[in-house]
T-cell receptor, first 116, second 111 residues
């Protein structure tokens, strides 16, 4: 089974500052990688995903993430935080590459607070 | 636009009641999932299904069962609700090994 570690259960930044949310996974074989966002009282929404190809992946709302195989990491960044980015963010990895069962393993989440 | 719907946003039940949570997806996805979400614990997989009438236990299946009689519908059943099953329940679906699409969640309170 995979394991996913999100460093920091809470991250606070000022509006306009860089956002960096960290995610490390356990697999030695590169899985598929995902970041999801959850706004209050809602379900999870896909921000971006990495399956193959370019290791820098761009997502919605100005977020991007870089897959680094050597570091088994998939950190999420945004150059300039906005108040509307305040939410909980989840990193997830697939069971294994190409599995059709679709099981994902989730980190425990990082709550992002944006100060004005 | 893809859509996963859950039968209730909020639900209050009494200890010992049998509880049904329904999930419907309109994307013809093979895979469907039930998670519970608790503060500080993230999402924990209860059960999933990769085809009609097929089911697999997740990480915390105890106290729950599921039913998938039709491809688009996946039900979570709490046979005898207990207070420690008070939680947010999230349903998701996916096509093969791709990303999962989530419903809005059901916040269940068991008193």
């Amino acid at each position: 089974a995979q394991s996913v570690t999100q460093l920091g259960s809470h991250v606070s930044v000022s509006e306009g500052a860089l956002v960096l949310l960290r995610c490390n996974y356990s697999s030695s074989v590169p899985p598929y990688l995902f970041w999801y966002v959850q706004y209050p009282y809602q379900g999870l929404q896909l921000l971006l995903k990495y399956t193959t190809g370019a290791t820098l992946v761009k997502g919605i709302n100005g977020f991007e993430a870089e897959f680094k195989k050597s570091e088994t990491s998939f950190h999420l960044t945004k150059p300039s935080a906005h108040m509307s980015d305040a939410a909980e963010y989840f990193c997830a990895v697939s069971e294994d590459r190409g599995s059709t069962l679709g099981r994902l393993y989730f980190g425990r989440g990082t709550q992002l607070t944006v100060w004005p | 636009d893809v859509k996963v719907t859950q039968s209730s946003r909020y639900l209050v039940k009494r200890t010992g009641e049998k509880v049904f949570l329904e999930c419907v997806q309109d994307m013809d996805h093979e895979n469907m999932f039930w998670y519970r979400q608790d503060p500080g614990l993230g999402l924990r997989l209860i059960y999933f299904s990769y085809d009609v009438k097929m089911k697999e236990k997740g990480d915390i299946p105890e106290g729950y069962s599921v039913s998938r009689e039709k491809k688009e519908r996946f039900s979570l059943i709490l046979e005898s609700a207990s207070t420690n099953q008070t939680s947010m329940y999230l349903c998701a679906s996916s096509f093969e090994g791709s990303e999962q699409y989530f419903g809005p969640g059901t916040r269940l309170t068991v008193t």
